[in-house]
């Protein structure tokens, strides 16, 4: 059965401090893994990721998959109390014809605190 | 246009009543979704639609059916719903064989 996990299910920092999010994933036909943020309704997305070793960036916020120890990680630096957020990680797979399907993580709730 | 319009944004219904939620989308994409969300879970995918016919239905119960009229609208019929059905409907949509979801801002629907 395909399994997306992320740890830890919630963390609380204080603003400027450093965070990283952890997914790891078992699932057939991987395709690819994608980073979403959901404050209130609608997950707005961060990151797609397919190829192993190579970091994306944008701005504060970096990610990175291993696709042979089967994870990825999300850095957030200089943590702001606007990132408080449920950051979700999403696999996607091949499900046969022009189809894709995400299966996605339990999420992190982040509390940045003034 | 980068938005997926859903409405109403909160529906309040008995278990008897026909709803219906709506979602729209102008970027040219041939794949939509609906996902269910419960509070503090992660959405949970119900039906996939590949170029208006449906590619996926992960076992949703005959109460939810899904409606793709043409390649820009999404509906989600709802007929004698129960209390646990209550969540967030979020309707997304993506390219073909795409893996970026775009997500709409969802229905909080309210069942009694």
Known sequence: EDKVVQSPLSLVVHEGDTVTLNCSY??????????YKQEKKAPTFLFMLTSSGIEKKSGRLSSILDKKELFSILNITATQTGDSAVYLCAVGRNYGGATNKLIFGTGTLLAVQP | DTEVTQTPKHLVMGMTNKKSLKCEQHMGHRAMYWYKQKAKKPPELMFVYSYEKLSINESVPSRFSPECPNSSLLNLHLHALQPEDSA??????????GDKLFFGSGTQLSVL
């Open chain 1, 26 to 35: 078992e699932v057939t036909n991987f395709r690819s893994l994608l980073w």
């Open chain 2, 88 to 97: 967030l409907y979020l309707c997304a949509s993506s390219p073909p064989r």
